[in-house]
Nanobody, 117 residues
């Protein structure tokens, strides 16, 4: 059974940082491109960052470039998202996403991030 378990969300004031983690199990982690998505209240799901399975190439939404960083630990089967200089508009549920080249897709249950004074 595939599981993606996010952690690290919480309430922080603007300008602070958070690190999200997503621990994967039940899949061959190195076969999967890993991503973080977010969904703010009343808004559509947004792709935040992606790291490629083998090349480790990363891509970011324009809104987070230079402030967020995604990386992964293939030994621990975990993907991380470091979020710096958080803004109130970053308030959302953040979801971990895994996709392989055969089209298999998995989602985590989400972790809430709230940026507020």
């Amino acid at each position: 059974q595939v599981q993606l378990v996010e952690s690290g969300g919480g309430l922080v004031p603007p300008g602070e940082s958070l690190r999200l983690s997503c621990a994967a199990s039940g899949l061959t982690f190195t076969d999967y491109d890993m991503s973080w998505y977010r969904q703010a209240p009343g808004k559509e799901l947004e792709l935040v960052a992606t790291i490629a399975a083998i090349t480790y190439r990363t891509n970011y939404a324009d809104s987070v470039k230079g402030r967020f960083m995604i990386w992964k630990d293939d030994v621990e089967s975990t993907v991380y998202l470091r979020m710096n200089v958080l803004k109130p508009e970053a308030t959302a549920v953040y979801y971990c996403h895994a996709r392989n080249s055969w089209g298999a897709v998995y989602w985590g249950q989400g972790t809430q991030v709230t940026v507020s004074p």
